[in-house]
């Protein structure tokens, strides 16, 4: 069956502007979580969705990072006013909550000049 | 501070070898402890470990807990060129959060 996916995937974007991405989970997931991975490190939780629940936001570095979800599927990862040091990789991931065998999408990579 | 520590961060090996993957983790509300394989973007998923003791088994591929000594180790047998990638471990809480070891770097020589 389809996995998860995400768009677009590769961003270049310059310093200062708005960026967008999106993740579709796997149909059926109700957690969804969003990570970033910097070049030579582990990855970085950012968000977790659960649900109808709060979402888990303590991950988020900074308030110009923003993550929204649609019910139990699309979800948007919002980064306002990009600085060189948001240039990474973010992936989002989907698992049946509670077993937490995540399944992780192909990711975007983010270029911030 | 919560942390996962995985060892070595690079390893080069050839063909046939066996190799032995560690990674040892300090954290609260532990639930479950899992190994991902990363090739290119986006990890995969290879063992979720729960218990102390029972060996997780895949083909080449096999790991095991020690909860009392807060570690875990991954084991590849007969490795192939394929197996080259970075093998990522993560320590998930309770509230489903994951702290990520900064991985190690396989590469398999043919």
């Known amino acids: 069956g389809a996995g998860v996916s995400q768009s677009p995937s590769n961003k270049v974007t310059e310093k200062g502007k708005d960026v967008e991405l999106r993740c579709d989970p796997i149909s059926g997931h109700t957690a969804l979580y969003w990570y970033r991975q910097r070049l030579g490190q582990g990855l970085e939780f950012l968000i977790y969705f659960q649900g109808n629940s709060a979402p888990d936001k303590s991950g988020l570095p900074s308030d110009r990072f923003s993550a929204e979800r649609t019910g139990e599927s699309v979800s948007t990862l919002t980064i306002q006013r990009t600085q060189q040091e948001d240039s990474a990789v973010y992936l989002c991931a989907s698992s049946l909550a509670p077993v937490n065998e995540q399944y992780f999408g192909p990711g975007t990579r983010l270029t911030v000049t | ?110």
């Open chain 2, 1 to 110: 501070e919560d942390k996962v520590v995985q060892s070595p961060l690079s390893l080069v090996v050839h063909e046939g070898d066996t190799v032995t993957l560690n990674c040892s983790y300090e954290v609260t509300n532990f639930r479950s402890l899992l190994w991902y394989k990363q090739e290119k973007k986006a990890p995969t998923f290879l063992f979720m470990l729960t218990s102390s003791g029972i060996e997780k088994k895949s083909g080449r591929l096999s790991s095991i807990l020690d909860k009392k000594e807060l570690f875990s180790i991954l084991n590849i047998t007969a490795t192939q060129t394929g197996d080259s990638a970075i093998y990522l471990c993560a320590v998930e809480q309770y509230g489903n959060k994951l702290v990520f070891g900064a991985g190690t770097i396989l590469r398999v020589k043919s």
